[in-house]
Protein backbone atom coordinates (compact mmCIF):
# COMPACT_ATOMS: atom_id res chain seq x y z
CA UNK A 1 0.00 0.00 0.00
CA UNK A 2 1.05 3.18 -1.04
CA UNK A 3 2.99 5.50 2.17
CA UNK A 4 0.12 8.05 1.22
CA UNK A 5 -2.45 5.57 2.44
CA UNK A 6 -1.08 5.06 5.20
CA UNK A 7 -2.79 6.22 8.70
CA UNK A 8 0.07 7.06 11.42
CA UNK A 9 -0.91 6.49 15.28
CA UNK A 10 1.47 6.68 18.20
CA UNK A 11 -0.82 4.30 20.43
CA UNK A 12 -2.66 2.23 18.09
CA UNK A 13 -1.80 -0.77 15.66
CA UNK A 14 -3.04 -3.17 13.99
CA UNK A 15 -2.36 -6.23 12.12
CA UNK A 16 -3.94 -6.78 8.83
CA UNK A 17 -5.74 -10.12 8.29
CA UNK A 18 -4.44 -12.66 5.55
CA UNK A 19 -7.45 -12.39 3.48
CA UNK A 20 -8.18 -8.79 3.80
CA UNK A 21 -5.86 -5.63 4.62
CA UNK A 22 -9.04 -3.73 5.91
CA UNK A 23 -9.80 -6.07 8.78
CA UNK A 24 -7.59 -6.67 12.02
CA UNK A 25 -6.52 -9.89 12.95
CA UNK A 26 -5.11 -8.03 16.38
CA UNK A 27 -5.10 -4.78 17.59
CA UNK A 28 -2.88 -3.03 20.64
CA UNK A 29 -3.04 -0.17 22.30
CA UNK A 30 0.62 0.90 23.86
CA UNK A 31 2.00 -2.24 22.96
CA UNK A 32 -1.30 -4.38 25.12
CA UNK A 33 -2.94 -7.00 22.88
CA UNK A 34 -6.34 -5.37 23.19
CA UNK A 35 -8.78 -8.57 22.38
CA UNK A 36 -6.25 -10.96 23.72
CA UNK A 37 -4.93 -8.94 27.49
CA UNK A 38 -7.24 -5.86 27.99
CA UNK A 39 -10.77 -6.34 27.12
CA UNK A 40 -10.52 -9.61 29.40
CA UNK A 41 -8.48 -8.51 31.95
CA UNK A 42 -8.67 -4.81 32.60
CA UNK A 43 -12.18 -2.33 33.11
CA UNK A 44 -13.11 0.12 31.45
CA UNK A 45 -12.03 2.67 32.86
CA UNK A 46 -8.30 1.18 33.16
CA UNK A 47 -8.58 1.14 29.11
CA UNK A 48 -9.62 4.99 29.09
CA UNK A 49 -6.34 6.02 31.15
CA UNK A 50 -4.41 3.72 28.75
CA UNK A 51 -5.74 5.10 25.67
CA UNK A 52 -5.05 8.29 27.10
CA UNK A 53 -2.38 8.21 29.15
CA UNK A 54 -0.09 5.30 27.31
CA UNK A 55 0.68 3.50 30.66
CA UNK A 56 -1.15 1.17 32.49
CA UNK A 57 -2.75 3.04 35.21
CA UNK A 58 -2.55 2.42 39.00
CA UNK A 59 -5.81 1.47 40.58
CA UNK A 60 -6.30 4.29 42.78
CA UNK A 61 -6.11 6.42 39.74
CA UNK A 62 -9.05 3.76 37.73
CA UNK A 63 -11.35 4.21 41.02
CA UNK A 64 -11.23 8.00 40.83
CA UNK A 65 -11.89 8.55 37.29
CA UNK A 66 -14.70 5.67 37.63
CA UNK A 67 -16.20 7.60 40.65
CA UNK A 68 -15.89 11.09 38.83
CA UNK A 69 -17.66 9.64 35.68
CA UNK A 70 -20.48 8.61 38.06
CA UNK A 71 -20.70 12.18 39.57
CA UNK A 72 -20.69 13.69 35.91
CA UNK A 73 -23.37 11.02 33.95
CA UNK A 74 -26.28 12.59 34.75
CA UNK A 75 -25.98 16.55 36.11
CA UNK A 76 -29.71 16.77 35.88
CA UNK A 77 -32.25 19.02 33.54
CA UNK A 78 -30.73 22.17 35.35
CA UNK A 79 -27.48 21.49 33.38
CA UNK A 80 -27.78 23.11 30.16
CA UNK A 81 -26.18 20.64 27.86
CA UNK A 82 -28.61 17.84 29.61
CA UNK A 83 -31.58 20.82 28.71
CA UNK A 84 -30.32 21.34 25.16
CA UNK A 85 -30.70 16.80 24.66
CA UNK A 86 -34.07 17.09 26.20
CA UNK A 87 -35.52 19.76 23.89
CA UNK A 88 -33.60 17.19 20.75
CA UNK A 89 -35.67 14.68 22.36
CA UNK A 90 -39.14 16.19 22.90
CA UNK A 91 -38.97 17.80 19.28
CA UNK A 92 -38.55 13.93 17.91
CA UNK A 93 -35.44 14.59 16.36
CA UNK A 94 -33.07 12.09 16.17
CA UNK A 95 -30.62 10.35 18.55
CA UNK A 96 -27.10 12.21 17.31
CA UNK A 97 -29.01 15.36 16.52
CA UNK A 98 -29.94 15.32 20.19
CA UNK A 99 -26.21 14.26 21.74
CA UNK A 100 -24.71 16.73 19.48
CA UNK A 101 -27.20 19.42 21.07
CA UNK A 102 -25.15 18.48 24.33
CA UNK A 103 -22.04 18.32 23.03
CA UNK A 104 -22.58 21.71 21.53
CA UNK A 105 -23.60 23.36 24.92
CA UNK A 106 -21.62 21.56 27.14
CA UNK A 107 -18.52 22.56 25.40
CA UNK A 108 -18.63 26.44 26.02
CA UNK A 109 -17.56 28.43 28.98
CA UNK A 110 -20.20 28.08 31.40
CA UNK A 111 -20.05 25.11 33.32
CA UNK A 112 -19.18 23.43 29.57
CA UNK A 113 -15.75 22.22 28.33
CA UNK A 114 -13.70 25.25 27.84
CA UNK A 115 -14.79 26.16 31.05
CA UNK A 116 -13.11 23.08 32.29
CA UNK A 117 -9.92 24.00 30.40
CA UNK A 118 -9.33 27.20 31.52
CA UNK A 119 -9.93 25.76 35.02
CA UNK A 120 -6.53 22.82 34.28
CA UNK A 121 -4.65 25.96 32.54
CA UNK A 122 -4.56 27.94 35.69
CA UNK A 123 -3.86 24.75 38.06
CA UNK A 124 -0.50 25.08 35.65
CA UNK A 125 0.04 28.43 36.24
CA UNK A 126 -0.79 28.54 39.92
CA UNK A 127 -0.42 25.08 41.10
CA UNK A 128 -1.56 24.98 45.27
CA UNK A 129 -0.39 28.50 46.14
CA UNK A 130 -3.74 30.25 47.00
CA UNK A 131 -2.86 33.73 46.14
CA UNK A 132 -1.73 33.18 43.08
CA UNK A 133 -5.23 31.86 42.37
CA UNK A 134 -6.93 34.95 43.40
CA UNK A 135 -5.38 37.12 41.68
CA UNK A 136 -5.45 35.52 38.24
CA UNK A 137 -9.40 34.07 39.11
CA UNK A 138 -9.99 37.92 39.17
CA UNK A 139 -8.87 38.23 35.46
CA UNK A 140 -8.24 34.25 33.77
CA UNK A 141 -8.09 35.48 30.33
CA UNK A 142 -5.21 34.82 27.88
CA UNK A 143 -4.46 35.17 24.45
CA UNK A 144 -7.81 34.09 23.20
CA UNK A 145 -9.18 34.51 19.49
CA UNK A 146 -12.55 36.78 20.22
CA UNK A 147 -14.85 34.84 17.30
CA UNK A 148 -14.27 31.35 18.49
CA UNK A 149 -14.27 31.87 22.67
CA UNK A 150 -15.49 35.16 23.89
CA UNK A 151 -14.26 36.86 27.54
CA UNK A 152 -15.12 34.90 30.48
CA UNK A 153 -17.98 37.16 32.57
CA UNK A 154 -17.40 34.90 35.86
CA UNK A 155 -14.31 33.18 37.60
CA UNK A 156 -13.45 30.01 35.81
CA UNK A 157 -15.00 26.89 38.28
CA UNK A 158 -16.80 28.80 40.07
CA UNK A 159 -20.97 29.46 39.95
CA UNK A 160 -21.82 32.99 39.39
CA UNK A 161 -25.52 32.66 39.86
CA UNK A 162 -25.22 30.71 43.33
CA UNK A 163 -24.86 31.78 46.76
CA UNK A 164 -23.54 28.43 48.51
CA UNK A 165 -22.09 25.34 47.25
CA UNK A 166 -24.85 23.13 46.38
CA UNK A 167 -25.18 19.38 48.95
CA UNK A 168 -24.41 17.44 46.04
CA UNK A 169 -21.00 19.04 44.80
CA UNK A 170 -19.91 19.22 48.16
CA UNK A 171 -21.03 15.58 48.12
CA UNK A 172 -19.29 14.86 45.30
CA UNK A 173 -15.86 16.26 46.27
CA UNK A 174 -15.72 14.70 49.63
CA UNK A 175 -16.13 11.29 48.00
CA UNK A 176 -13.48 12.07 45.27
CA UNK A 177 -10.96 13.47 47.73
CA UNK A 178 -10.97 9.91 49.24
CA UNK A 179 -9.71 8.34 45.95
CA UNK A 180 -7.62 10.90 45.15
CA UNK A 181 -3.45 11.96 46.45
CA UNK A 182 -3.52 13.16 49.70
CA UNK A 183 -1.22 16.08 48.43
CA UNK A 184 -3.03 16.27 44.99
CA UNK A 185 -5.46 19.06 43.74
CA UNK A 186 -8.71 17.63 45.31
CA UNK A 187 -7.42 17.82 48.44
CA UNK A 188 -6.28 21.31 48.59
CA UNK A 189 -9.76 22.46 46.76
CA UNK A 190 -11.34 20.93 49.47
CA UNK A 191 -8.82 23.10 51.87
CA UNK A 192 -8.97 25.91 50.43
CA UNK A 193 -12.63 26.07 49.06
CA UNK A 194 -13.99 28.40 51.26
CA UNK A 195 -11.15 31.00 50.91
CA UNK A 196 -11.44 30.74 47.20
CA UNK A 197 -15.55 31.03 47.14
CA UNK A 198 -14.49 33.97 49.70
CA UNK A 199 -12.41 35.87 47.43
CA UNK A 200 -14.56 35.54 43.99
CA UNK A 201 -17.79 35.81 46.17
CA UNK A 202 -19.49 32.70 44.83
CA UNK A 203 -19.28 29.25 45.14
CA UNK A 204 -16.71 26.60 43.15
CA UNK A 205 -18.90 24.65 40.24
CA UNK A 206 -18.51 20.84 39.20
CA UNK A 207 -16.09 22.21 36.37
CA UNK A 208 -13.72 23.31 38.96
CA UNK A 209 -14.21 19.81 40.61
CA UNK A 210 -13.63 17.93 37.48
CA UNK A 211 -10.88 19.64 36.54
CA UNK A 212 -9.16 18.97 39.84
CA UNK A 213 -9.53 15.47 39.57
CA UNK A 214 -8.25 15.49 35.90
CA UNK A 215 -5.20 17.46 37.56
CA UNK A 216 -4.75 14.57 39.74
CA UNK A 217 -4.67 11.92 37.04
CA UNK A 218 -2.29 13.40 35.48
CA UNK A 219 -4.51 14.26 32.40
CA UNK A 220 -3.31 17.85 30.19
CA UNK A 221 -6.24 20.25 29.58
CA UNK A 222 -7.27 18.83 26.16
CA UNK A 223 -7.38 15.26 27.87
CA UNK A 224 -9.55 17.00 30.50
CA UNK A 225 -12.10 18.83 27.92
CA UNK A 226 -12.50 15.58 25.86
CA UNK A 227 -13.19 13.03 28.81
CA UNK A 228 -15.18 16.06 30.42
CA UNK A 229 -17.43 16.10 27.00
CA UNK A 230 -17.93 12.09 26.67
CA UNK A 231 -18.51 11.58 30.59
CA UNK A 232 -21.27 13.73 30.28
CA UNK A 233 -23.12 12.18 27.64
CA UNK A 234 -24.71 8.98 29.42
CA UNK A 235 -27.59 11.68 31.47
CA UNK A 236 -27.95 13.49 27.84
CA UNK A 237 -28.83 10.54 26.28
CA UNK A 238 -31.44 8.92 28.84
CA UNK A 239 -32.83 12.63 29.48
CA UNK A 240 -33.06 12.78 25.44
CA UNK A 241 -35.31 9.25 25.57
CA UNK A 242 -37.22 9.88 28.20
CA UNK A 243 -39.08 13.32 26.78
CA UNK A 244 -39.37 11.49 23.54
CA UNK A 245 -41.60 9.41 25.30
CA UNK A 246 -43.15 11.55 27.45
CA UNK A 247 -44.04 14.32 24.68
CA UNK A 248 -44.42 18.48 24.03
CA UNK A 249 -47.19 18.37 26.33
CA UNK A 250 -45.55 17.47 29.74
CA UNK A 251 -42.48 19.88 28.47
CA UNK A 252 -42.09 23.44 30.16
CA UNK A 253 -42.16 26.46 27.70
CA UNK A 254 -40.79 29.74 29.49
CA UNK A 255 -42.74 31.71 27.60
CA UNK A 256 -43.09 34.21 30.98
CA UNK A 257 -39.16 34.34 30.52
CA UNK A 258 -38.88 35.68 27.09
CA UNK A 259 -38.84 39.26 26.30
CA UNK A 260 -39.28 41.24 22.89
CA UNK A 261 -36.82 43.57 22.37
CA UNK A 262 -39.51 45.20 19.03
CA UNK A 263 -43.16 43.61 19.96
CA UNK A 264 -45.22 44.39 17.10
CA UNK A 265 -48.46 43.92 19.47
CA UNK A 266 -51.59 42.26 19.11
CA UNK A 267 -51.48 39.86 15.12
CA UNK A 268 -54.19 41.47 13.38
CA UNK A 269 -54.80 39.58 9.90
CA UNK A 270 -54.34 41.69 6.57
CA UNK A 271 -57.16 43.62 5.28
CA UNK A 272 -58.00 42.91 1.36
CA UNK A 273 -58.12 45.64 -1.37
CA UNK A 274 -61.86 47.02 -1.75
CA UNK A 275 -63.26 45.45 1.39
CA UNK A 276 -64.04 47.51 4.97
Same mark, same amino acid.
Given at each position: ???? =?? *????????????????????????? *??? =?????????????????????????????????????????????????????????????????????? &??????????????????????????????????????????????????????????????????????????????????????????????? &?? =?????????????????????????? *?????????????????????????? =???????????????????????
Amino acid at each position: MPSD =YV *YHSNFWLEEPEDANPFAAKACYCHG *YDV =YGQIISRAGWFEYLLLMFKGERPQPAESALLERLAMVLANQGPKEASIRAAMNGGVAGTNHSSALMSSLA &VGSGLYGGSQELEVCMRLWSECGQNIEHWKTRLQDPQEDERADIWPNLEHAPGFDPNGDDIPTTLRQSLDLLVEYAPSEGALHWLQAHRKALETS &VG =YPVSISSVAAAAFVDLGLDRDQGSML *YLILRLPGAAAHALEQKKMGWKKFPF =YSSAIELEDDPGPYKPPVSEGKP
